[in-house]
């Protein structure tokens, strides 16, 4: 078994507005020390095989197709076992 963790976020040219207006609630609440939010997304899959290399390749081909939106958001992902 083989644990993996996605990360997702939104790329740095495209604007969150989720962030931002998490941002504006902090302020609202006395967090002026926040400069800058950004949302993203964390995702933690049980792979059920022991190879590696074809987990890093099917883990992929899901971020590519499903978990992400690669036209505004990059991922990375951590392979564990």
Not at 13 to 22: H, R
Not at 49 to 65: G, H, S, V
């Amino acid at each position: 078994m083989i644990k993996a963790t996605v990360y997702v976020t939104i790329k740095k040219s495209v604007l969150d507005p989720q962030g931002v207006a998490v941002q504006g609630a902090l302020h609202s609440i006395g967090f002026q020390e926040v400069e800058s939010l950004r949302i993203g997304k964390y995702m933690e899959l049980n792979l059920d095989t022991d190879d590696r290399a074809e987990a890093e390749i099917r883990l992929k081909a899901m971020c590519e197709k499903l978990l992400a939106n690669t036209v505004v958001e990059d991922y990375r992902y951590e392979l564990e076992g």
